[in-house]
């Protein structure tokens, strides 16, 4: 029986294959609480240092597997609110770890799937990448993965995407703001690989705690973003990475509460 998520260790670098080929590695129930968990085993081991997330076969990720929607009927409230709730739940597990999480996009990443690109804290993509949000074109929103979005693009950009469900290419969504860097078809995998190899190097401490404060001051008000930076900066002054640590936990507890 096929595995629907290959977990790979290169070194210090967690590798995470979405298979679901035959499917464009669309995602069922299955499979998003196998990522979630894998994502949360990641973070939990101090071996670990990065996280590279790709797709198996033709494409990074198809987006839900709609043969589920059909038990999803406003009958069905449990099924409904526990399927959204894995949606939800993936989305707020990436900017919650501390370990940086890179995409490596190739062929479609479309509607989940291009939200589970967006979702992660680099994104490489291949310049002939299929990415949109076509939901709208089959009667249905780009719900929980449009409060991603928003963050990374212009907002008229943004609901151009959703309202017309267009699809762009990788360079083009390098151009919008929707991934870090697009590079020649073939070659995304091993760019992201590159730059986990280069955060890996990184003092774990302080990769974490830049992450965590990055993502801390990007929701927050100006004058807050400040305060957190100023306390980051006394821990990091201190050269010590137990208060880097310290810091990075006390900044999760902030945004938890």
Do not use: W
């Amino acid at each position: 029986m096929t595995t629907p998520l290959l977990v790979e260790d290169r070194g210090p670098v967690r590798i995470l294959t979405l298979n679901r080929p035959e499917q464009l590695n669309a995602m069922d129930s299955d499979l998003y609480t196998r990522l979630i968990d894998a994502l949360k085993a990641a973070q939990a081991d101090d071996a670990v240092r990065v996280v590279v997330l790709r797709g198996a076969g033709t494409s990074f990720c198809s987006g839900a597997d709609t043969r589920e929607f059909s038990s999803l009927t406003p009958d069905q409230s449990e099924r409904v609110e526990y399927r959204a709730g894995l949606t939800y739940g993936l989305h707020k597990t990436i900017p919650e770890m501390g370990k940086p999480v890179i995409a490596a996009v190739h062929g479609y990443a479309v509607g989940g799937g291009c939200g589970l690109a967006l979702a992660c804290d680099i994104a490489i993509a291949a310049d002939d990448a299929k990415m949109g949000y076509p939901e709208i074109k089959h009667g249905l929103v780009a719900a929980v993965v449009m409060a991603n979005l928003t963050k990374q693009i212009g907002r008229k950009a943004g609901f151009e995407l959703v309202s017309t469900g267009c699809l762009v290419s990788g360079a083009e969504a390098q151009a919008r703001g929707m991934v870090t860097r697009a590079v020649p078809s073939g070659t995304e995998f091993d760019e992201a690989m590159t730059v986990a190899g280069d955060l890996s190097k990184r003092v774990p401490a302080s990769l974490q705690a830049t992450k965590r404060l990055f993502q801390a001051v990007a929701d927050v008000p100006l004058a807050q973003g400040l305060e957190l930076g100023r306390k980051a900066n006394e821990a990091m002054r201190g050269y010590r990475a137990e208060a880097l640590k310290n810091y990075a936990s006390a900044v999760q507890a902030s945004r938890d509460h």
